[in-house]
């Protein structure tokens, strides 16, 4: 809409089109079903723009452009809530569980209780109150009774609903969580961006959710379930009728919640989890067991700390005992020297493990750790193996305490410490181990994705100086990479390198070098702050890398900044990394050679054979998980990674475990090969039958 004809909308127009985009949201975010495609979204909410710019006076504060706050805060606010958050007891065995029962039999007497059970996420808790079915106010735990002011940060989650579906007074509670795959990512995107790796997906939301800049929090893929409407007895009989009103109400609730009676039932449905916990998008520490009805909890009551009438069932935590052997100091791509636990090697969570992240030194000093020290490790999220444990008591005098370096072990450059950082660096660009890193980081799938560059040929064309930069692999010959047997015999000749191998890497160079896109150029730049999100966002605005490169240095800076969801820090970040002398050769030599991408247009969600279906993916594959998952959503459906009653096929490998296959019956999943799948995304029918795997005995 221009200017003009914003000026004569009406205000009526104006509240439709909030609307309008609110239940857009609701559907994309909440119910994974949107309706439109994001270049229609997109065009609406530049539309609401221009309305709001054009009349100040007509913005609401459920508005979607507000969903950011215009400034940092200097601190939080203080929230005292009237009814406590109160903590859950815990319990850590059968027999502890069935002591819980017993108390509940014991407090109602002849009343035989049902029990809902709902996976513990592990995340952080939340309370959000709405004043006439408007987002008002978002507050942390706390100590329970008294909370923090976040309403500003969790206004960013477009998980939750800023208007809901009725006009009601409500306070709600939930958990503020960030799904496993996303922290992958996120993790994936930090170190891209030089940036210091999250330890788990609960201390990045706790830490993302505690930033003093909303639009900072707005960068972070952060999602809420809820799990409780406080004065639940209001609205419903039972708790799990409470859950249904949430969403009812436009609340996004936890799918895998069940109501069992009986204690035998209840035992076989916490045990059923210790394969089941490992199916969910998000990291759980346990079970939540409550009573269901709202009748029978008044009956019971509560203790000063503790509900009667609720548990927390704990996971017991995969840990395992081993001996550091010593500690590698590596040199990452751009400068970090971290170091890492050499370990002996042990089975944690189903995998060996035989390196753990010790993050930085200051980690080191914390733990007090020494090579040849007995360690407790865990994988943090099921995802990253690191120590948690020193066992000092254990020590023989014999352990050697490391030494902090100095100086680069690569080129013994003096290693500095940048305010406000904790890593240690070396800052000679010229680094051995920073430019075959930053080269095979150039070449990664996420990135330019030159298939044949790994870390060994990386590391082999910079040592014998085939290659000095990115840019030099697009010199390389079939001749240069595998010299015939009449080359000259002071030919540089790359070990274990034949004809036809040679051949395959010259042509996927030539088709990164046709078929790349601006983005994955950008993120093969390795940009601070630059990840795969903010990557897509600035390819879009420029539109090729001869608009970006050609752009002046304030133009650069500011239209960057200017994005949705980027903002002035990557603005700097972008602006300084094309004027970079270094860089700004780099991206000539590129363009030299026949590399100047551009972006291509969006295409629409909404479109493609699978549209509408949600897909879930198990087994060995012939393919890697992450361009199947591709395929399904560039054909318009939705990846899931666990099997639920909305999921609508599952695709079964090779090796398939049992869980998912039951999973897959009891909720009425169909399943199919990884050549089913190909066949619904080429567009032909549903596969018959006869090409469903079964089930192992």
């Known amino acids: 809409m221009n200017r003009e004809t914003a000026d004569e909308a009406s205000q009526e127009s104006y509240q439709r089109l909030v609307a309008d985009l609110i239940e857009h949201d609701r559907r994309y975010y909440v119910d994974n079903a949107p309706t439109i495609t994001d270049a229609e979204y997109d065009r609406r909410l530049r539309q ?5 710019e054009a009349h100040p006076a ?51 007497g ?7 059970v709902e996976p513990k996420i592990d995340g952080i808790s939340v309370e959000l109150t709405y004043d006439k079915g408007r987002f008002v106010l978002g507050a942390t735990r706390g100590d329970g009774r ?35 795959a996303d922290f992958v990512a996120m993790n994936t995107e930090r170190e891209t961006a030089g940036e210091e790796v999250w330890k788990n997906p609960r201390n990045a939301t706790g830490g993302s959710l505690k930033l003093l800049d909303a639009r900072e929090c707005a ?21 799990a009728d409470a859950l249904g009103r949430l969403r009812k109400l436009g609340f996004p609730t936890a799918r895998e919640v069940e109501v069992v009676s009986g204690r035998e039932a209840l035992a076989a449905m916490v045990a059923s989890w210790a394969e089941r916990k490992r199916q969910l998008p998000y990291e759980v520490d346990g079970l939540v067991i409550k009573v269901d009805s709202f009748a029978q909890r008044r009956l019971l009551g509560a203790t000063a700390k503790f509900p ?24 990452g791509r751009t400068g970090a020297v971290t170091p890492v636990a050499i370990l002996d090697p042990v089975e944690v969570s189903g995998t060996t493990v035989k390196r753990a992240s010790l993050h930085n030194w200051d980690e080191v000093a914390r733990l007090d750790l020494k090579i040849g020290d007995r360690v407790i490790i865990e994988k943090a999220g099921e995802i990253i193996p690191q120590v948690m444990e020193v066992l000092t008591a254990q020590r023989t005098g014999q352990e050697v305490t490391p030494e902090v370096p100095t100086v680069c072990p690569v080129c013994a450059s003096a290693l500095v410490r940048r305010p406000g950082e904790v890593a240690l660096r070396c800052e000679n660009r010229s680094c051995p181990e920073q430019k075959w890193r930053a080269i095979q980081f150039f070449a990664h799938r996420g990135a330019m994705n030159i298939e044949g560059i790994g870390e060994v040929l990386a590391q082999e064309l910079c040592r014998k100086g085939i290659i000095e930069d990115a840019a030099s692999l697009f010199d390389l010959t079939v001749e240069t990479l595998a010299p015939s047997k009449k080359a000259p015999a002071d030919t540089v000749r790359i070990e274990r390198m034949a004809k036809k ?29 630059v990840g795969t999100v903010a990557a897509r966002a600035i390819a879009r605005r420029f539109g090729s890398l001869t608009a970006l490169a050609d752009a002046a240095t304030d133009q650069r800076r500011t239209e960057v900044a200017a994005i949705d969801g980027v903002g002035p820090v990557i603005g700097d970040a972008v602006a ?84 998912k296959l039951d999973a897959a019956k009891k909720a009425g999943t169909q399943v199919i090969d990884e050549a089913g799948l190909a066949t619904m995304i080429a567009g032909t029918p549903t596969p018959e039958p006869s090409t469903v795997p079964t089930r192992p005995e």
């Open 219 to 239: 960068r972070r893929p952060i999602k809420v379930l809820l799990y409780e409407i406080v004065g639940g007895e209001r609205h419903a009989a039972t708790h």
């Open 48 to 52: 609401l723009r221009d309305l709001e």
């Open 501 to 529: 191998s040679a051949e395959n890497l010259v042509k996927a160079l030539d088709n990164a070098r046709t078929q790349a896109t601006l983005s994955r150029l950008l993120i093969g730049f390795g940009i601070p702050h």
């Open 576 to 659: 300084a990394w094309f004027d970079e002398p270094d860089n700004a050769r780099l991206v000539a030599r590129l363009r030299e050679r026949g590399v100047s991408p551009v972006e291509p247009e969006d295409k629409p969600r909404g479109s493609g054979p699978l549209v509408g279906l949600r897909i879930c993916v198990t087994g060995k594959l012939s393919r890697p998980r992450s361009e199947i998952q591709a395929s399904i959503e560039e054909a318009g459906g939705q990846f899931v990674n666990s099997v639920g009653k909305s999921t609508d096929y599952l695709v079964a490998g090779a090796d398939v475990g049992k869980s």
């Open 110 to 116: 002849d009343e035989t209780p049902a029990f809902v």
């Open 308 to 331: 009667r009438w609720a548990i927390a069932y704990k996971f017991p935590a995969e840990r395992a005992e081993t001996v550091v052997r010593g500690i590698e100091i590596n040199v």
């Open 146 to 180: 008294i909370g923090e002011d976040i309403t500003s940060n969790l206004r960013t989650l477009r998980s939750l609903p800023l208007v809901l579906g009725e006009a009601v007074d409500v306070v709600v509670r939930g958990e503020a969580y960030m799904d496993k």
């Open 58 to 108: 007509w913005r609401v504060a459920e508005s979607p452009t507000q969903r950011v706050a215009p400034l940092p805060l200097s601190e939080f606010k203080k929230v005292v809530r009237d009814v406590p958050m109160l903590s859950l007891d815990n319990t850590y065995s059968p027999d502890e569980l069935g002591a819980f029962v017993d108390r509940v039999d014991r407090g109602l």
